[in-house]
């Protein structure tokens, strides 16, 4: 039973718990890409002192961001206008290598932006070999090389994606077993691509370890601006670019630059590369999470972690509250200040249960019954201690109307 909206009864700032959906810009982000939107104007592709002035910025933003995943090269970069259109370019690059082949393998617990793209692949004769989740959350990557194994010759497999850390439960696909995947589909001709959307910013990256040859990534996961992104692309790989009709981005991505939003970008890279070296700011997120969660588990009877026994960045704390909806939890929570959600930002005008959870062996019920909440750098003590106030008590209110 969803409860009329009333006036929040707390007069505090708001908690922010879903920094996966979407994080702040950093201040020192907002700084940096002030003075793009006044001073520095031009466009970067003219040959003129205002031009030259942004391209410059524009390779230093490359070269932050190529530093964040340990690319080789600046020139591996391409910026795009989010994690969805990089993923996509992948996607389509990747099918246009093998046009022959009509397989893709990947798993059914891939992002909307996967998954949506296979589908319409699925209405012109491709076959999506989704692989299932265990119990915990983790992809069974032993059934992918079963899958690569099964056609020696590969013929009929035009790529392969996967996700590095799911944005629903926080839960890491092990970047060995990737390289796994990564080395028996470099055997076989096969493109493989990665979507790291969840992982750049809270786990460190180093292409050379995962050895794919295609990787996404976002920069409103990492404090920088909506409405950019990256795709890393392996040297020697052929790109194919969705946007045609110019020379930009090294003739992989028409359109002029969204240069504030690229400039941004590249400092929340270097912002991101601080955080990821700084091993006690990473340990107090993640003491934050668990207390968050271990306080909860304690006080709420009928309460699971959704892939608590898997490895899982610091931050991500996937709940099911036995005997409650996760929409009107979610909905009751933002009336006393605390943004929370049930799953992906992108899936949420959709009410069905998570396909993530579904995935995992729960039933719809239990499904429909989670919240994710993920915390950020900025999260505080206070906030945590004040969490663990208003959850219980939403929860406590929704199961005493239940039927």
């Not at 601080?274 to 709420?300: H, I, P, S, V, W």
């Not at 989670?370 to 199961?399: I, Y």
Request: net charge negative.
């Amino acid at each position: 039973m969803l409860l009329a909206p009333a006036k929040r009864e707390d007069p505090l700032k708001p908690i922010y718990f879903d920094h996966n959906a979407t994080t702040p810009v950093a201040p020192e982000v907002l700084a940096a890409m002030l003075p793009f939107f006044s001073d520095h104007f031009g466009n970067p592709s003219s040959v003129h002192a205002a031009g030259a002035e942004v391209a410059d910025a524009l390779a230093r933003a490359r070269s932050s961001v190529a530093r964040l995943i340990g690319a080789r090269s600046p020139r591996e970069i391409v910026f795009t206008s989010g994690g969805t259109e990089s993923i996509q370019t992948a996607l389509h690059s990747a099918r246009c290598l093998r046009p022959e082949a009509r397989r893709i393998v990947s798993s059914s617990l891939e992002h909307a932006a996967v998954l949506a793209p296979l589908d319409e692949l699925g209405q012109h004769g491709f076959e999506a070999l989704l692989v299932d989740a265990d119990s915990e959350g983790g992809v069974d990557l032993d059934r992918i090389l079963s899958l690569l194994d099964a056609d020696p010759s590969a013929a009929q497999i035009a790529f392969v994606s996967l996700m590095a850390v799911n944005n629903e439960t926080g839960v890491v696909t092990d970047i060995k077993a990737l390289a796994q995947v990564s080395a028996a589909c470099r055997a076989r001709d096969i493109p493989f691509h990665v979507d790291a959307v969840q992982r750049a910013g809270k786990l460190p990256i180093k292409v050379a370890d995962i050895g794919c040859d295609l990787l996404s990534i976002s920069s409103h996961k990492i404090y920088g601006p909506k409405g950019c992104g990256a795709l890393w692309v392996r040297p020697g790989f052929k790109l194919s670019p969705l946007l045609l009709g110019g020379p930009q981005e090294g003739d992989r991505r028409a359109g002029t630059e969204n240069t504030a939003a690229i400039v941004g970008m590249g400092a929340a890279a270097e912002a991101a590369m601080t955080y990821l070296a700084d091993e006690g700011a990473r340990e107090r997120t993640k003491a934050l999470r668990d207390q968050f969660e271990n306080g909860l588990l304690a006080c709420l009877p009928g309460t699971r972690v959704h892939g608590g026994r898997s490895v899982r960045v610091d931050s991500v704390s996937n709940l099911g509250f036995e005997g409650a909806s996760g929409e009107a939890i979610v909905m009751l929570l933002s009336e006393y200040g605390l943004c929370a959600s049930t799953g992906s930002a992108c899936s949420s005008g959709n009410h069905g249960a998570s396909h993530v959870l579904l995935g995992m062996g729960l039933d719809v019920e239990q499904a429909q019954g989670a919240v994710r909440f993920s915390l950020g750098r900025t999260s505080t003590q206070a906030e945590v201690d004040r969490a663990l106030e208003l959850v219980p008590r939403a929860v406590k209110e929704l199961r005493s109307l239940a039927p």
